[in-house]
Structures are given as structure tokens and as C-alpha cells.
Nanobody, 124 residues
Framework: QVQLIESGGGLVQAGDSLRLSCAASGRTFSDYAMGWFRQAPGKEREFVGFVSPTGTNTYYTDFVKGRFTISRDNARSTVYLQMSSLKPEDTAVYYC?????????????????WGQGTQVTVSS
């Protein structure tokens, strides 16, 4: 069992930056690939990006490339989502998730454990 707790969400203005954190506990954090997803009101949960267990590799969906960066600190069992140049369309609840299967990492089905989410609201 892995417990994930996101933090760092809030209300910001367009163009601002924000860093989300996701603290993990329960199992060996470095065994898991970590993903970030988001869900806007009335929309499906969508993939944002993931980082490999060692932090060496990352992958992002097109609409955040160049603006969002995922990193991790395995010593602290924490994964981060650094968001910059935020847009109103980035408004959503952001979730982190953990995967030990290392497959289908761009889909929600590839992750076994999920956090409760943190709200990010970007005003225009």
C-alpha cells in the first residue's frame, strides 16, 4: 500500500508559477514511476506527465511541454510538479499517482495508487 498526499495548490493569476508536491509513504518510493494527472470540472481525468523511478526520464503531454516540469526526491519520497506560465485552462484538480508496473504510464489505468488531489485555479 502506498499513501499519496498532494499539496501546494491554490489560486494564482495567468502567467504565474506554482509548485505542487506529492509526499508518499508506505512502500519503497523509488520502486514506483510517478505520474501527474488533472481533472477539470465536467471533464475526464487527463494525463499531465510522469517521471521514472530514478528520476532520469520524464514524459509530458503536449499541452504542458515547456511549461511544466516533473522531478522527484527519492530521499524525501516526494515528487514535484513545477508549473509555469499558467493559463486559465490549467484550472483543475491535480492528482499524483504511483505505478509499479511501468506500463501504460500515460493512462490512469497504469497507476495503482492515487492521492486525493489538490485544486489549482488560474484566474485570467
Amino acid at each position: 500500500q502506498v499513501q499519496l498526499i498532494e499539496s501546494g495548490g491554490g489560486l494564482v493569476q495567468a502567467g504565474d508559477s506554482l509548485r505542487l508536491s506529492c509526499a508518499a509513504s508506505g512502500r519503497t518510493f523509488s520502486d514506483y514511476a510517478m505520474g501527474w494527472f488533472r481533472q477539470a470540472p465536467g471533464k475526464e481525468r487527463e494525463f499531465v506527465g510522469f517521471v521514472s523511478p530514478t528520476g532520469t526520464n520524464t514524459y509530458y503531454t503536449d499541452f504542458v511541454k515547456g511549461r511544466f516540469t516533473i522531478s522527484r526526491d527519492n530521499a524525501r519520497s516526494t515528487v514535484y510538479l513545477q508549473m509555469s506560465s499558467l493559463k486559465p485552462e490549467d484550472t483543475a484538480v491535480y492528482y499524483c499517482a504511483a505505478s509499479s508496473s511501468y506500463v501504460r504510464l500515460t493512462t490512469a489505468g497504469g497507476y495503482r495508487y492515487w492521492g486525493q488531489g489538490t485544486q489549482v485555479t488560474v484566474s485570467s
